[in-house]
């Protein structure tokens, strides 16, 4: 057999789905955010928050994605203390960050792998409009503010294609400048990534 149809009859090498030069675009649904809304020293309510954040990244390196995103959520007050008002929100935002992926993209048999590790932070700005509802009178108080916020977090990414990831994390949020509610939450996030390779 000829050298050169010995060389064409070999496996291709795998292509590493997370490399240098990859852009990345995704969505997160945050499906479930509990807060703690500090209302006074004596009284704290607990917040249900979801939100949708679609995303773009680009890869630095086989490992470092640095990317930014928009989101939009809606929130409500569950009213976990009693206290008499009934709180409602709508918020978006812009941020920006860094995800970094764990281990190498190929097994020592040289298969791509399926599931991928890695952990993520991020800053970012968002505006906020709030009403009070009273429970007993039914009056109606509105404000809106900004807020300045950073998370830190961590997930999965599980390729159902080389190209299309499932993916799923817990980020842990922290709120700063002008935010006078919940100070920390924690969010659990389920979404769907693209990775696009040149």
């Known amino acids: 057999m000829p050298a050169t149809r010995a060389q064409n009859l070999q496996p291709e090498k795998p292509i590493q789905t997370i490399r240098k030069g990859t852009v990345s675009v995704g969505t997160d649904l945050g499906l479930g955010n509990l807060s703690m809304d500090r209302i006074s020293p004596n009284q704290t309510n607990l917040l249900y928050d979801i939100r949708l954040s679609p995303s773009i990244g680009y890869f630095v390196n086989d490992h470092l994605m640095l990317s930014a995103s928009v989101f939009g959520g809606l929130a409500q ?22 995800r970094y992926y764990f281990g190498k993209g190929v097994t020592p048999q040289g298969e791509v792998r399926k599931l991928r590790f890695y952990g993520e932070a991020g800053v970012g700005l968002a505006q906020r ?34 190209n299309v990831a499932f993916e799923t994390g817990l980020t842990y949020n922290r709120n700063f400048l002008g935010y006078r509610q919940a100070d920390a939450s924690l969010q659990i996030k389920l979404g769907i990534r693209v990775f696009l390779h040149k």
Request: glycine letters at 12%; charged letters at 20%.
């Open 77 to 98: 007050d569950f009213n976990y203390f009693k206290e008499p008002v009934r709180y409602n929100d709508a918020h978006v935002g812009i941020s920006i960050g860094g």
């Open 129 to 162: 409009r709030e009403k009070w509802t009273s429970t007993y009178s039914g009056d109606v108080s509105k404000s809106r503010n900004g807020y300045a916020f950073a998370n830190l977090g961590a997930g999965i990414n599980y390729f159902l294609t080389p």
